[in-house]
């Protein structure tokens, strides 16, 4: 009778591994896009991104040590990698300010609300990008170009990102370089540049299994097709804008996407659907995020009606 049954929140996995472990091996995959990103951003991308991962930290740290009166939980990396992933979703001349607000909203009302890590519904990171792409549009959609001026946090030269050119319909897929744009060199958020550098990652997570491949290929396969279907280019639509970042590492959140492979089949194939739906015909030229979060609000349906089948649990004959 001494020892009680301890309940803690998902994510649940059964193996030797920690949520700390999970939490720093997504970061390092996030190495070879963090040095794209200084690579072509500069002094500017050091700025966001430093100051979204100290306000994530800092903004944990204070509401879990002065409003939740418990154990500071920033160890795990989990503030570190919202806080990451947020500057990642933001150009590289963001006034710091705007960043600050970006980092407690996604730990505030992202995450720590919901009762801190494996609570949360939605992807605290994207919960603070949209609410800034809402909040402050004119400095969300002021895309610096990688390489002009990358050293000028301040005046940076900028344009408008692929996605942006042709739903304006200044820029045709035609008049795309591909090659560039998979290397880095296109204006976009800190981690819309560097294809190859994302697909680094994706490989290094699916070899050391922290994900598995349903999610980001379901996307990617879906945005895809769909594109096709519909007359567009299928790899400007799936190199451009955040549909990598978003598949490999905003989509695959542990807390927020299915447990199971076929829920995780129709979570992926739902989002592509919706990010083409978004950029085709919405009055956003990106939908990756919009897509994401929306998809995170079915997970619960999906997880309690796609299950799979109870061990031992024998088929009904009818």
Known sequence: MNQLLTISASPHIHTSRTVSWCMWQVIVALIPALVCAFYFFGIGAAIVIVTSILGCIATEYFITRYLLRAKPTIAN???ILTGLLLAFNLPSNLPVWIVLIGAVVAIGIGKMPFGGLGCNIFNPALVG???LLISFPAQMTTWPLPGENAWNYVDATTGATILGAMKLGELSPDGIDLWAKAVGFAGGSLGEVGAVALLLGLAYMLARRIISWHIPVSIIATVALFSWAIGADPLVQVMSGGLLLGAIFMATDYVTSP????GMLIYG?????ITVVIRQWGAYPEGM???ILIMNGFTPLINRYIKPRRFGERRSSI
């Open 77 to 79: 990396g989990s503030a």
């Open 269 to 273: 194939v739902m989002i592509g659907v």
């Open 259 to 262: 447990m199971c492979h076929r």
């Open 129 to 131: 990008r949209v609410f």
């Open 289 to 291: 995020s919009f897509a």
